[in-house]
């Protein structure tokens, strides 16, 4: 019993961030990816879906990580010169 209240509380919650998210990606006042993300969060122990959307937004975010800190390097590099 316990159980099923904790899931149909994360499938709950993680659905309304999501939709707050989806709101806030129309509205400039509220960051929308915040509460995508946090919607993903609590959703992805028990939603495959969820789970897998969730690897893709942090697999995306470590690469323009990536992206941002070697693009600084060849900047610092071409003023060094």
């Given at each position: 019993?316990?159980?099923?209240a904790?899931r149909?509380f994360?499938l709950?919650a993680?659905?309304?961030l999501?939709l707050?998210?989806?709101?806030?990606?129309?509205?400039?006042?509220?960051?929308?990816?915040?509460?995508?993300?946090?919607?993903?969060g609590?959703?992805?122990?028990?939603?495959r879906?969820?789970?897998?959307?969730?690897?893709?937004?942090r697999?995306?975010?470590?690469?323009?990580?990536?992206?941002?800190?070697?693009?600084?390097?060849?900047?610092?590099?071409?003023?060094?010169?």
């Amino acid at each position: 019993m316990k159980r099923t209240a904790l899931r149909w509380f994360r499938l709950t919650a993680g659905s309304a961030l999501l939709l707050l998210g989806f709101v806030g990606g129309f509205i400039p006042v509220l960051q929308g990816w915040v509460f995508v993300l946090a919607g993903l969060g609590l959703m992805a122990p028990e939603s495959r879906r969820a789970r897998r959307a969730l690897d893709w937004a942090r697999a995306r975010v470590k690469r323009d990580k990536a992206d941002v800190s070697s693009t600084a390097a060849s900047r610092e590099k071409r003023t060094d010169e």
